[in-house]
């Protein structure tokens, strides 16, 4: 069964930068699919950050590129996020998920985390 | 980007009725479309892919159609576990996007 599970701190102050991990369990991030974040602020709708296949293929919602960049561990079976600058406006809860890029649709999902950006 | 919009954005039903979501593409993206459930406090939960597959797991109550621009989630009996929140989300083409939601409430 296919696991993801994100993680990081819930506090990050404006202008600094937020950074999580997402730890795959169940299958390995090596042997295909794209890797990704969907974030959701409270209370509002969903909104796509970017995806990564292997360590090739980055593709990032024009809306955040300057400031994200999504890596992947292959050793570790992790992917991480890291998103700079941050605002209040940052401010929801972060979902890792497993997605087929154009080819598939979004099928597993982490619990989410919540990061709010406050001084 | 395309954009992806959701009618209606809320709406009211009984147990065992009949209800039917539709999401419009700005432009046409064939058949690359997914539909996805979310409850208070927890993750989405993915119901279909390619406008009309169910997800491994996901009951038959559940049905999508639709190509091009335009598709459906229709939810047939309701039960008071499908009261949720709705997205659609378009694989198509980068930025993937999703519609702004359907809240299913009680009535």
């Known amino acids: 069964q296919v696991q993801l599970r994100e993680s990081g701190p819930g506090l990050v102050k404006p202008s600094e930068t937020l950074s999580l991990t997402c730890n795959v369990s169940?299958?390995?991030?090596?042997?295909?699919?794209?890797w990704g974040w969907i974030r959701q602020p409270p209370g509002k709708g969903l909104e796509w950050i970017g995806s990564?296949?292997?360590?090739?293929?980055?593709y990032y919602n024009p809306s955040l590129e300057s400031r994200v960049t999504i890596s992947v561990d292959r050793s570790k079976n992790q992917v991480s996020l890291k998103l700079n600058s941050v605002t209040a406006a940052d401010t929801a809860v972060y979902f890792c998920?497993?997605?087929?890029?154009?080819?598939?649709?979004?099928?597993?999902w982490g619990l989410g985390t919540l990061v709010t950006v406050s001084s | 980007d395309i954009q992806m919009t959701q009618s209606p954005s809320s709406l009211s039903a009984s147990v065992g009725d009949r209800i039917t979501i539709t999401c419009r593409a700005s432009?046409?993206?064939?058949?690359?479309l997914a539909w996805f459930q979310q409850k208070p406090g927890k993750a989405p939960k993915s119901l279909i892919s390619?406008?009309?597959s169910l997800q491994s797991g996901v009951p038959s109550k559940f049905s999508g159609s639709g190509s091009g621009t335009v598709f459906t989630l229709t939810i047939s009996s309701l039960q008071p576990e499908d009261f949720a929140t709705y997205y659609c989300?378009?694989?198509?083409?980068?930025?993937?996007?999703f519609g702004g939601g359907t809240k299913v409430e009680i009535k």
């Open positions: 998920a497993r997605d087929g890029g154009l080819a598939e649709a979004v099928d597993y």
């Open positions: 169940g299958y390995s991030i090596n042997t295909g699919y794209y």
């Open positions: 990564i296949y292997h360590t090739v293929s980055a």
């Open positions: 432009q046409g993206i064939s058949n690359d």
């Open positions: 390619a406008a009309s």
């Open positions: 989300q378009q694989y198509n083409r980068y930025p993937l996007t």
